[in-house]
């Protein structure tokens, strides 16, 4: 314990006296939010229709009806949930006989369904749901805030870790008593305390000024950043325990990361991607803590709401620390 506690106090000042990643850790998602919720500030021109059923016959049943957008959906509950979030303007199923669902707090969708009962008239029956909008920028902002601590947790321990390498720092730590688990214990504790505090930092500041939506427990939106921050520090670690090139190493998790960004659900909805797309996302670390951020801050949900997310976190958590702690090399081959 005692040269893990030396080893994560010294990891910790070191990044404080680095300005220039203290700053830069801080100001980066405050930009990015502040940028998008100017730019994206008006709403979408299409009216999105989600379809349950046959697609083919829902498409044949709209044809006369311009500037529509279809999407399917094989799960009801999900659909309507996103229907309840004004994410769509309609929900229609084709199947049996005709029905469609609007939201009754919707603006696009009174006008929508105006059209709809004008050209199909007396053909479809009529349900409701209730459900105030989500905007892009409500909606984007939990994955904003996981990219940045994504890139944080990556980068602020996997390079550090290949840099004590190359340099020879680790082959001084190999002659003293330190063991690799320590070691990496340490390092990833270190990253684990310095991201989610400069991530509370970005939160309050942004949170104060532009007032999004945090319906459920702060207590459990921690606990999910915790998890979600010691999946991605312990894959880092993984992809750091045996390389010693810099430039291999940042070759490498822009690999990883950039891929995570494009599949995890972060700038768009994954509802329209193909099922192996869909598939793929949920190997990612990222997809768990961004779809549990904004169960937590846009549904409100509990503790049960997100415990599949959590044991996914924490699975991947122990598994991949254990393999780096197995393959971690204090030396340059």
């Known amino acids: 314990m005692k ?13 404080i006296r680095d300005k220039g990643s203290l700053s830069w850790s801080i100001i980066f998602p405050l930009i990015l939010i502040f940028g998008l919720s100017f730019a994206l500030s008006n709403d979408r021109y ?11 016959a829902a498409q044949q049943m709209l044809r006369d009806i ?85 890139f944080s947790c990556l980068y602020g321990v996997g390079y550090v870790i290949v840099r004590y390498r190359d340099s020879g720092v680790l082959k001084r730590y190999q002659a003293t008593p330190v063991t690799s688990l320590e070691f990496l214990g340490a390092q990833a504790a270190s990253r684990l305390l310095i991201s989610v505090s400069t991530l509370a930092i970005v939160f309050a500041g942004s949170y104060l000024l532009l007032d999004f939506p945090v319906k459920g427990s702060w207590l459990l939106l921690l606990l999910v950043t915790a998890l979600g921050a010691l999946s991605m520090i312990s894959l880092s670690l993984v992809c750091a325990a045996r390389i010693d090139s810099l430039e291999f190493m940042n070759g490498l998790l822009n690999i990883i990361s950039w ?27 990222l997809t768990h803590l961004v779809n549990a951020a904004r169960t937590i801050m846009l549904d409100g949900g509990g503790i049960m709401a997100v415990t599949s997310e959590l044991l996914v976190l924490s699975l991947m958590s122990v598994v991949l620390m254990a393999i780096a702690a197995r393959v971690f090399r204090w030396q340059k081959k």
């Open 259 to 285: 891929p995570m960004m494009m599949l995890s659900g972060l700038w768009f909805s994954l509802d329209e991607a193909p099922a192996i797309v869909q598939q793929i996302s949920l190997l990612m670390p």
């Open 3 to 15: 040269n893990f506690l030396a080893l994560l106090y010294a990891r910790n000042r070191e990044f």
């Open 46 to 56: 299409l009216y999105k229709v989600g379809v349950l059923g046959n697609p083919d």
């Open 66 to 150: 311009p500037h529509l957008d279809l999407v399917q959906y094989q799960d009801k509950s999900a659909a309507l949930h996103r229907l309840g979030r004004h994410q769509l303007d309609l929900l229609i199923d084709a199947g049996g006989t005709p029905h469609y669902w609007i939201n009754t707090q919707s603006r696009k969708a009174y006008f929508l369904e105006q059209t709809l009962q004008a050209q199909l008239p007396g053909k479809l029956t009529r349900m409701t749901v209730e459900g105030q909008e989500v905007g892009y920028v409500a909606w984007v902002i939990p994955g904003i805030l996981s990219m940045s601590l994504m």
